[in-house]
């Protein structure tokens, strides 16, 4: 079964160090790989994905991501958190068995907290 | 300003009600989608739209309908045999139907049912 996973119900972090988000995906094939950002009582926002080519993936806000096949990661990283990326983060991955149309697959959700 | 507007922001009803949410987009979308949000659970596939006239059920459809009717609309009606219906909805769209559209997503309806 293709799933994604983000281990971390929450992270907490000071402002100014850096930031890991974590996410392992199990699809059969090449992933297409996503993140996005969620502020409360709001939609999503799309921050960055990854389809191919260059495992760093540079995206929104200060955000990258890196991939790691070997892995099945795709870990969200920004090099010095602000107390402004506090909410709830949402890693998700292409349902391949969805017929080629843009079926994703979200995991559960990472809620982070930066502290001043 | 191009977006997606999913209206009302809050939604109360009596249980045995049917229900529905309004989603409208001017991003010239072909592709629209909802969501179901609840704590802890991620986001969850009711129904998706590739085009106008035609929609295919998600993971989750039973107690839900959609209409695609106009490419900027699509609606989505709870109905009373959705058996836990409080959540919070999300309507998104995107350029197209192939893989690796971003999704953009309007701001929820929050519907609680008592």
């Known amino acids: 079964a293709q799933s994604v996973a983000q281990p971390e119900d929450q992270v907490n972090v000071a402002e100014g160090n850096p930031l890991t988000v974590k996410c392992t995906y199990s699809?059969?094939?090449?992933?297409?790989l996503f993140w996005y950002v969620q502020y409360p009582n709001r939609g999503l926002q799309f921050l960055l994905k990854?389809?191919?080519?260059?495992?760093l993936v540079k995206g929104s806000y200060g955000f990258e991501a890196e991939f790691n096949k070997s892995q099945t990661s795709f870990h969200l990283k920004k090099p010095s958190a602000l107390v402004s990326d506090s909410a709830l983060y949402f890693c998700?991955?292409?349902?391949?068995?969805?017929?080629?149309?843009?079926?994703?697959?979200f995991g559960a959700g990472t809620r982070l907290a930066v502290h001043p | 300003d191009g977006g997606i507007t999913q209206s009302p922001k809050y939604l109360f009803r009596k249980e045995g009600q049917n229900v529905t949410l309004s989603c409208e987009q001017n991003?010239?979308?072909?592709?629209m989608y909802w969501y179901r949000q609840d704590p802890g659970q991620g986001l969850r596939l009711i129904y998706y739209?590739?085009?106008?006239?035609?929609?295919q059920k998600g993971d989750i459809a039973e107690g839900y309908s959609v209409s695609r009717e106009k490419k900027e609309s699509f609606p989505l009606t709870v109905t009373s045999a959705q058996k836990n219906p409080t959540a919070f909805y999300l309507c998104?769209?995107?350029?197209?139907?192939?893989?690796?559209?971003?999704?953009?997503f309007g701001n929820g309806t929050r519907l609680t049912v008592t």
């Open positions: 998104a769209s995107s350029i197209g139907f192939e893989s690796g559209s971003p999704l953009h």
């Open positions: 699809v059969s094939g090449n992933p297409y």
């Open positions: 990854y389809i191919t080519g260059d495992n």
């Open positions: 998700a991955v292409r349902d391949l068995l969805g017929g080629g149309y843009n079926k994703l697959i």
């Open positions: 991003l010239n979308h072909d592709a």
């Open positions: 739209s590739q085009i106008v006239n035609d929609f």
